[in-house]
């Protein structure tokens, strides 16, 4: 989807600054996530020291974007298609900033899990939810590149998937630790990925309603998939 073009190339440059910084932010939460889930999955807990110590680079993106997203609002007072960009970029980064919350916390279990040699059998399914997830970000953040409404539905589906998942694994950890009560520990570890990756899950899905939000100007929040297909489908 192109953007149209204002009279204004200074405030053409700005609001492409923003999509390029939030574009930035998403690769680097994204890059956290798959490192954490390596760091599990290879048991290497020097990369997950370092994704739980690297959340402060988010965090600063998304006050640096969130600075630029005020003086904008401020100084442009944007309407119609470009309000709604400043206002779904705002959402965008609150949505990123809090899945690099949870990447630096996966980072911080790892290394707990790592250091006790916990089995790989603990956490053998939740690789195969935390490589959804990981797909499930990768998508979203392209799908907003290309303000693709019905990628954003599509990937709205899959976080019943991920729940489904979710409540699986969950069940699975604790008749592990009722056959062996030494286990507990490490799987309330597992349990704390398991439901970070969740949280996940639901962030990607608001960052969905957030893309259809800017393209079709519709507050899809709170509804189905179902129903946010049909409202895409809608015209506007």
Not at 94 to 109: N, P, S, T, W, Y
Request: a negative charge; one cysteine or more.
């Amino acid at each position: 989807m192109q953007w149209p073009n204002h009279i204004s190339q200074e405030f053409e440059h700005e609001l492409e600054d923003i999509r390029t910084r939030v574009l930035a932010m998403g690769g680097l939460v994204e890059q956290h996530l798959s490192q954490a889930i390596e760091a599990i999955a290879q048991s290497k807990s020097e990369l997950a020291d370092e994704v739980a110590e690297s959340d402060y680079k988010v965090n600063s993106l998304e006050v640096a974007i969130d600075e630029e997203c005020t003086e904008i609002l401020a100084r442009r007072q944007p309407a119609a298609r470009d309000l709604r960009l400043v206002l779904a970029v705002i959402r965008v980064v609150r949505d990123l900033e809090r899945v690099g919350d949870e990447a630096a916390k996966i980072g911080r279990l790892a290394v707990q899990l790592i250091e006790a040699e916990s089995p790989k059998s603990y956490y053998i399914n939740v690789l195969s939810m935390a490589n959804r997830v990981r797909g499930m970000l990768h998508d979203v953040l392209d799908a907003f590149a290309r303000h693709d409404v019905d990628a954003a539905v599509a990937i709205a589906r899959e976080d019943s998937v991920v729940d489904r998942e979710s409540d699986a694994i969950m069940r699975q950890l604790i008749t592990y630790m009722m056959e062996d009560p030494r286990s507990i520990s490490a799987v309330l570890d597992v349990m704390w990925v398991v439901r970070s990756l969740e949280r996940v899950g639901d962030h990607v899905d608001n960052l969905c309603e957030s893309i259809i939000y800017l393209v079709k100007g519709k507050d899809v929040r709170h509804i189905s998939p179902e129903d946010m297909a049909r409202e895409v489908q809608s015209e506007d």
